[in-house]
């Protein structure tokens, strides 16, 4: 069955950079069409798309983030992983990882989601 | 970017129908694909995908779940409310990057 699994700090402080991982089985991201997404929430708030990266190592980022995110991956370890740099209050929300079932376009399995803090 | 608008929050009775708009400031559609999907989020819990492309149930989801719509007005509806439907649904949208969801739309009791 398929599972995923996000990883990170808890807490760091603004100006720092934020590393998340997220492990995940069931499928592999070397499978055609395939692709990992990254979605964050502030506590009481909406979803917003931050990132995905395909089988074919394609990325797309979004652009209201600027320059600040990385995406990447380890396809032998089943990983994903994403950075932020600069990181500020805002940063602050539940980061999730999710997903993208071959060729599907939609997040039809997401982790659990980890708690980002940033504060001084 | 698409913007993608949700009401805030809807109360229903159980028993009854429930019906939850998402409108796009353009279309989400091509052809004959709707690029418009739902989520339902419980409190504490990830997202989980209801619909996809639209009208296209999830594995798992039950028949009282359905999604309708194109172009730019799409519609999740609920027929009949159950208590464990409680919860906010969020429609998104890949039609064109960045990927883009509502607002969130919180489903409650009368």
């Known amino acids: 069955q398929v599972t995923l699994k996000e990883s990170g700090p808890g807490i760091l402080q603004p100006s720092q950079t934020l590393s998340l991982t997220c492990t995940f089985s069931?499928?592999?991201?070397?499978?055609?069409?395939?692709?990992v997404g990254w979605i964050r929430q502030p506590s009481g708030k909406g979803l917003e798309w931050l990132a995905n990266?395909?089988?074919?190592?394609?990325?797309y980022y979004n652009p209201s983030l600027k320059n600040r995110l990385t995406i990447s991956k380890d396809t032998s370890n089943n990983q994903a992983f994403l950075k932020i740099t600069n990181v500020d209050t805002a940063d602050t929300a539940t980061y999730y990882c999710?997903?993208?079932?071959?060729?599907?376009?939609?997040?039809?399995?997401w982790g659990q989601g980890v708690m980002v803090t940033v504060s001084s | 970017d698409i913007v993608l608008t949700q009401s805030p929050a809807l109360a229903v009775s159980l028993g009854q129908r429930a019906t939850i708009s998402c409108r796009a400031s353009?279309?989400?559609?091509?052809?004959?694909?709707?690029?418009m999907h739902w989520y339902q989020q419980k409190p504490g819990q990830q997202p989980k995908l209801l619909i996809y492309?639209?009208?296209n149930l999830a594995s798992g989801i039950p028949a009282r779940f359905s999604g309708s719509g194109s172009g730019t007005e799409f519609t999740l509806t609920i027929n009949p409310v159950q208590a464990d439907d409680i919860a906010t649904y969020y429609c998104?949208?890949?039609?064109?990057?960045?990927?883009?969801f509502g607002g969130g739309t919180k489903l409650e009791l009368k």
């Open positions: 353009q279309s989400v559609s091509l052809s004959r694909y709707n690029f």
């Open positions: 999710a997903r993208i079932g071959a060729n599907l376009y939609y997040f039809d399995y």
């Open positions: 492309r639209a009208s």
């Open positions: 990266i395909w089988w074919d190592d394609d990325k």
């Open positions: 069931g499928f592999s991201l070397s499978t055609y069409g395939m692709g």
């Open positions: 998104q949208q890949n039609r064109e990057s960045p990927w883009t």
